[in-house]
């Protein structure tokens, strides 16, 4: 188990946290009609004072992967202006139960907070409930765990829309026809699946209804599983046109095959994307476009949202308001979602403009 603890300091001069970026920075409306979620039926004190010292523990789907540690960072940085104590746990793959062994030792640590990208919806729920009877509150964010088992869920964005947007992309990059396939991280991931559907969902309409979605497979988030995984589709698909890959890692992954190989020029490979990973394939035109929010952004709104839980601002309730720091004010929506806001696309034409 690799448990790593530091004292958070606030990073006022990091540029990954100071990008002005509209589409991502800005508050999210939600409904305010008072509807509970799956809160406590305690009742919020929107002026209670934010505590100091909280135990505020980050546990992403898994260590050394870019894009949890961009996260992270994000989550690092607000627990600093917070004045907490920050801690980040977690494994070295998806596997669906592996999480549950630091969910375990958060408990007897007495956090405050636990913040978790969960690798499966249900595995982690009997974990997340002792927590929460330990009175440790539960964010979820970028990928649920089922609503049952934590207070509230920051979504990166909403799932029709991230859906849409892959949908879109495969669309345009296949010139309105033609076969495509999807490239998604472990077959239990909660936020992969229901961008999936959507997608399954948009190629039924009639402007997209000459695409032809031959194959879902995954990489489990492992580097050379992807790259395997885009080097099979396209032997196994002559005619594939599109590989779209929901991931960071199985985009990069397959950008990286297709970059050196007889492919390149002939299919297209989008999803979504971290900007620096994703550099040189949009300069070399491997890769013409892809989407992504800002990560660090969805740590960083975690971490405001569990010291507001934690301090009793906010119970997780629909219609509840509180301030994330830089992002501004946000309204719980309904089951407990926060959503950060919409993806941004990257091309040739405004990568350079991101550093993430």
């Not at 030792?105 to 978790?116: E, P």
């Not at 947007?165 to 999807?182: R, T």
């Not at 985009?251 to 190989?261: D, G």
């Not at 929010?293 to 975690?302: K, T």
Request: with cysteine; aromatic share 6%; glycine share 10%.
């Amino acid at each position: 188990m690799r448990i790593h603890t530091t004292r958070a300091l606030a990073v006022a001069t990091a540029s990954l946290l100071t990008l002005g970026i509209a589409a991502c920075g800005g508050t999210s409306k939600g409904d305010d009609d008072g509807a509970a979620g799956p809160a406590s039926t305690a009742s919020a004190d929107p002026n209670a004072a934010i505590k100091e010292g909280l135990k505020i523990a980050f546990l992403p789907k898994q260590l050394n992967n870019p894009y949890s540690d961009v996260l992270a960072g994000g989550g690092e940085v607000a627990v600093g202006e917070l004045k907490g104590e920050y801690k980040l746990v977690g494994p070295n793959d998806a596997a669906a139960s592996s999480q549950v062994s630091y969910i375990n030792t958060l408990i007897q640590q007495q956090q405050d907070v636990i913040g978790i990208a969960a690798n499966d919806p249900n595995a982690v729920c009997p974990s997340l409930q002792q927590a929460r009877q330990a009175g440790i509150k539960i964010v979820s964010f970028d990928s649920d765990a089922s609503k049952d088992c934590r207070d509230v869920f920051i979504n990166q964005a909403t799932t029709q829309g991230i859906g849409e947007s892959l949908a879109k992309m495969a669309n345009e990059l296949a010139g309105g026809e033609g076969e495509i396939a999807i490239l998604s991280a472990t077959p239990n991931a909660t936020n992969q699946n229901a961008w999936i559907k959507v997608v399954e969902e948009e190629l039924k309409k009639p402007e997209n209804s000459k695409l032809k979605l031959v194959k879902t497979v995954y990489g489990n988030d492992e580097d050379q599983k992807s790259f395997q995984e885009a080097q099979g589709l396209l032997q196994s698909y002559p005619n594939l046109k599109v590989i779209v890959s929901p991931t960071t890692v199985g985009i990069a992954a397959a950008a990286r095959y297709v970059s050196s190989s007889n492919y390149k020029g002939k299919v297209a490979i989008t999803g979504l994307g971290l900007p620096n990973q994703m550099r040189e394939y949009v300069k070399d035109g491997t890769v013409s476009k892809f989407a992504l929010w800002v990560p660090s952004d969805i740590g960083y709104l975690a971490a405001y949202a569990g010291a507001a839980l934690a301090s009793g601002q906010i119970t997780g309730a629909q219609g509840e308001k509180f301030t994330a720091g830089k992002l501004g004010e946000y309204t719980i929506a309904a089951d407990g979602e926060i959503v950060l806001g919409p993806p941004t696309e990257f091309t040739a034409q405004n990568i350079d403009q991101f550093d993430f």
